[in-house]
């Protein structure tokens, strides 16, 4: 029981960095109808932007101290970060701690400028091309943002703690009578994915703006003739979209150290939950991330693996395929959205 | 010649000058000058550029002819190696058996694949592609170590138990692969005057092997069979509607380009019998999707331009540094030769790829043929300007 509880909240974890990473991938093909290969690298950059933050925030200028000595007998030079020195040493020190958190706030505006370029500057001229072309040019973008990213941070995983109180491990197993030790931040990230899709999900229900948008994924052209700038509002929902696979990658460096190809790493496996989940399904997206984050977790069971051995590193593919060939529109895909 | 019209015949004759000179041609400069280091005519690199030809030429038949886009080609090219080392460590270091069961085992390989891949179309065909071949790299690295040796890669050992030949030679080193005894990397050096041109054994095997390939697929393009796969790919619907199954065509023209995969696996692996899981991974089929759009998808000779150009870059960027640079912009002021180098920087050496990446989506944005519809265009404008010239001259000499 406890395993099977353990193994759900492994899945839960994984699955809301694919349901992160796919709900913004499908924002993007339900919108503007673009097949975005570029979105792994947007999961990247925000992973780089806690990394910038932390930077940002330790930066420290030194300081002779002349009443204290070092092993060799020098003057001891002291090393104060600016926060700290502006802050006080107390709060300094907290903010310094919680750079990832903090990340989030700057990573957001980033995020949405980068959407918003990306769209206007090189995406806006393929909509009337093929899918294949689409998928090849957002490929080299993809290629050439992780070169930058690797230009400047060097090829390495950069390791980013989480803050120190969110740093441990929790007894979750508490709720239910039982003992499960989890990383507290595993738990953080889960309920913040949660917290992300359902903003999503009622933005889109709740306002006007996310009405209309959802009008104009159903029918681009009569929303346009309404007379409304219907292009306008998907420029900003690719925005939303680019920000809210920044946020999934700002969060995840705790879980995992950022390095340049990451981005790749999830591109494939997030386009295969895509797919599962029907593209074009934003509900599709989440159900099928989380669906099958929690697959994965069951097949690397020791239990599982001794019967069939290596099946957590296929899984995934394999259900992928049944799906795709059994219900070609995937789990919850719109009737006529690239069917074919 | 060989049932071609005159056009395609001198085509293959100038892809024949240019792969069986490339030992010329890739060596323009003295062994001992300082811009020896440009030299690409060293075997290793040279049977790498038309190995990787093969491999686009093989890509195209389905990508160009078709409009079918597959992101795992990669797979094809690693079960190729896999299975001529495995000739090697079993039967005997002969590199025919080898290359023959690596075309045999990814044709049906790829048979497998593209019997379930077929049945969608457009972007889900890219992604089950995808998916495939994530899924065979990441069998061949972890469960399926008794076959592939996992992460270290299958190479050749001291006691395989070779059929036809010996497992150690006297001296007690592993045998060399070998083409009915020639050496597969025995060279014959040719030195005229300062310059020294390298002959390997390996390379001519290989781009023999090419220009067969290169022919074959002239023929495809030219068949009915290449005629349908360009109406599968101008409008599948229509086809199916005057009631022709294309499914037949599109899977042989999917095995076809699988077993050209194989045949680059293979001939990788006689050149230097290793293969890791990391030739399969979904990034090296990226590069063939590089080269062949970069090139030309759907024309002839683009994919083999692209593999070569590409290939030739990626060995030449990488190799200049700051310190070249400075040397070829020492004729500029020194605040403003710093700044060229400083600006260049970013874009060579380790930058290669970022180099590549700009590249190939400028020739995405702008130039949809990639470098055969951009030589067209040059000719044409050319052209162009020298009709033009005809023209005012026709004008004005009845002025004289």
């Not at chain 1, 947007?42 to 932390?54: D, K, N």
């Not at chain 2, 040719?190 to 220009?211: E, K, R, S």
Request: hydrophobic residues 50%.
């Amino acid at each position: 029981m406890d395993a099977i509880l353990l193994q759900i909240l492994n899945g839960l974890d994984k699955g809301s960095a694919y349901a992160l990473i796919a709900l913004g991938l499908t924002l993007i093909f339900g919108t503007l109808g673009v097949v975005n290969f570029a979105h792994g690298a947007l999961f990247m950059i925000g992973a780089f932007c806690a990394v910038t933050v932390q930077r940002l925030l330790s930066l420290s200028y030194e300081v002779v101290d002349e009443t204290q000595k070092d092993f060799l007998g020098n003057p001891l030079k002291v090393k104060t970060s600016y926060v700290e020195s502006w802050f006080g040493p107390e709060m300094g020190g907290a903010i310094i701690d919680w750079a990832v958190p903090i990340a989030i706030i700057f990573a957001i505006p980033i995020m949405i400028l980068i959407g918003f370029v990306m769209e206007r500057g090189l995406i806006k001229h393929f909509y009337k091309r093929e899918h294949a072309d689409q998928i090849l040019v957002t490929f080299g973008l993809a290629i050439v943002l992780q070169e930058v990213i690797k230009y400047f941070y060097g090829a390495n995983p950069i390791q980013t703690a989480s803050p120190e109180a969110l740093s441990g491990v929790a007894n979750v197993g508490a709720l239910f009578g039982t003992e499960i030790f989890y990383p507290v931040w595993r738990i953080v990230y889960f309920f913040f994915s949660v917290v992300i899709i359902g903003g999503i999900f009622s933005f889109l229900q709740f306002t006007t703006f996310g009405m209309v948008v959802r009008a104009g994924m159903a029918d681009r052209e009569t929303v346009g003739l309404l007379g409304i700038n219907i292009d306008r509002r998907f420029t900003i929902m690719f925005g939303i979209a680019a920000a809210v696979a920044g946020l999934a990658g700002v969060m995840y460096t705790p879980i995992n150290s950022p390095n340049y190809h990451m981005g790749m790493d999830f591109l494939v496996l997030s386009f295969v939950v895509v797919v599962v989940g029907g593209m074009g399904s934003l509900p599709g997206a989440v159900l099928a991330g989380f669906m099958l984050g929690i697959l994965e977790a069951f097949a690397s069971m020791n239990e599982v693996k001794s019967i069939l051995p290596g099946i957590d590193q296929i899984i995934i593919y394999v259900v992928a395929i049944i799906i795709l060939l059994t219900r070609p529109r995937g789990l919850m895909g719109r009737k006529g959205v690239m069917e074919e | 010649m060989f049932g071609l019209d005159n056009k395609d015949t001198r085509m293959l004759l100038v892809v024949a000058v240019l792969t069986l000179c490339a030992p010329f041609i890739l060596n323009p400069f003295p062994t001992d000058s300082a811009m020896a280091q440009f030299n690409a005519g060293y075997p290793d690199l040279m049977q790498r550029f038309v190995i990787f030809g093969i491999f686009a030429i093989g890509f195209n038949i389905l990508f160009g002819l078709t409009g079918y886009l597959s992101f795992g080609h990669a797979a094809f090219l690693g079960v190729g190696s896999y299975s001529a080392v495995w000739m090697f460590k079993l039967l005997s270091m002969n590199v025919v058996p080898a290359i023959l069961l690596s075309v045999v085992i990814s044709g049906l390989f790829a048979l497998l694949i593209g019997f379930v891949s077929l049945r969608r179309s457009g972007i889900y065909f890219s992604i089950l592609t995808l998916a495939f071949a994530q899924m065979s790299f990441n069998l061949a690295y972890s469960v399926l170590t008794p076959i592939t040796n996992g992460e270290t890669g299958l190479q050749l050992t001291l006691d395989d138990p070779r059929i036809l030949g010996v497992s150690a030679t006297a001296d007690g080193s592993i045998p060399v692969t070998s083409l009915f005894g020639l050496e597969m990397r025995s060279t014959f050096e040719m030195a005229v005057g300062p310059w020294a041109f390298q002959f390997n054994a390996g390379y001519y095997l290989c781009a023999l092997i090419l220009l067969a390939a290169f022919y074959l697929s002239i023929r495809i393009f030219r068949s009915p069979f290449g005629m349908m796969l360009r109406a599968v790919k101008s409008n599948q619907q229509r086809m199916n509607y005057t009631g022709l199954n294309t499914k037949p065509y599109t899977l042989a023209a999917f095995v076809i380009s699988g077993m050209y995969a194989g045949l680059a696996g293979g001939l990788m692996a006689s050149m230097d019998p290793l293969a890791g899981a990391e030739r399969m991974q979904w990034t090296a089929s990226g590069e063939v999707v590089l080269m062949t759009i970069l090139g030309g998808a759907g024309t002839l000779i683009g994919p083999v331009l692209g593999a070569g150009f590409i290939k030739y870059f990626e060995n030449i960027f990488s190799k200049i540094n700051d310190h070249v640079l400075h040397g070829w912009f020492s004729f500029m002021p020194d605040g403003l030769e710093d700044f060229v180098v400083f600006i260049i920087h970013p874009f060579i050496g380790k930058g290669w790829h970022l180099t590549l990446g700009i590249l190939f989506m400028l020739v995405v944005v702008f130039l949809p043929g990639g470098l055969v519809e951009g030589g067209q265009r040059i000719a044409k404008w050319v052209k162009g300007r020298k009709n033009k010239d005809d023209s005012t001259s026709a004008t004005k000499t009845p002025a004289e």
